[in-house]
């Protein structure tokens, strides 16, 4: 794995060593897997992968904010976050190392 930030290739990379499909077979594999929790999550529908954790989207209203050079008050249009919890599992296996 490259750096400190892991890619599509890299996953796809890792699906090749562990499972034994071919490179271009694990990249679809890991392309179908991404576009279903995109999809989903588009829908507003939570995405739970066990041991790992969940993902959904949140409803945020509109609200006012500042522009913090001039002071200025500027309406925050209402907009859909995504937002992700980690598990006990994720949390644990990170305070281990």
């Known amino acids: 794995m490259s750096g400190n930030t892991i890619t599509r290739a890299d996953l796809s990379e890792a699906v090749y ?5 071919s490179r271009n077979e694990s990249a679809n594999l890991v392309e179908v ?3 279903e929790i ?3 999550l588009a829908k507003g529908e939570m995405v739970k992968i066990s ?3 969940s993902f959904a989207v949140r409803q945020k209203g ?3 904010g500042r522009n913090p050079k001039t002071g ?4 925050i249009l209402p907009r859909r976050v995504l937002v992700f919890r980690a598990s006990h599992v994720l949390k644990h ?5």
């Open 72 to 75: 200025e008050e500027v309406p």
């Open 17 to 21: 060593q562990e499972v034994g499909l």
């Open 62 to 64: 509109q609200r006012v």
């Open 33 to 35: 897997v991404l576009d």
């Open 38 to 40: 995109a999809d989903a």
């Open 93 to 97: 296996r990170i305070n281990e190392t």
């Open 51 to 53: 041991s790992f954790g």
